[in-house]
């Protein structure tokens, strides 16, 4: 695991899982997620928002913009996710960010 800014980043050298602080102020899991897009890919991202999810029991909300999937929780540690591969298509490794994602603790 290394850190990237202020971001911790688990990867093997193409896929990546980055964990981020959010947005302070957003107050739930589609508002930390939409705010995460806007910071990461830009106002003018062309995002496609995918729905809810649970991570761990917690509502998450996710994107896809441009091959990344960007995942807000609101857990009692509000995180941002984003996931993607570089050099490798999404879904060579979504099992793999699923997985990561359903192991999640939060305390």
């Known amino acids: 695991m290394g850190s990237s800014g202020s971001a911790a980043v688990l ?7 980055e964990v981020h602080a959010p ?3 957003a107050t739930d899991a589609k ?3 939409a705010a995460a897009v806007t910071s990461i890919a830009g106002k003018a991202s062309a995002s496609l928002p ?3 999810m649970k991570i761990s029991g917690y509502n998450a909300y996710y994107y896809m913009v441009g091959g990344k999937r960007i995942v807000g929780v ?3 540690t509000r995180i941002v996710l984003v996931e993607y591969a570089k050099g490798a ?3 060579a490794y979504s099992a ?3 997985k990561m994602q ?3 603790k939060f305390r």
């Open 11 to 17: 990867t093997d050298g193409k896929g990546r899982f």
């Open 23 to 25: 947005n302070p102020k």
């Open 31 to 33: 508002s930390i997620a």
């Open 50 to 52: 995918q729905g809810e």
């Open 74 to 76: 609101d857990a009692p």
């Open 89 to 91: 298509s999404f879904s």
């Open 96 to 98: 793999a960010f699923d």
């Open 102 to 104: 359903s192991d999640l």
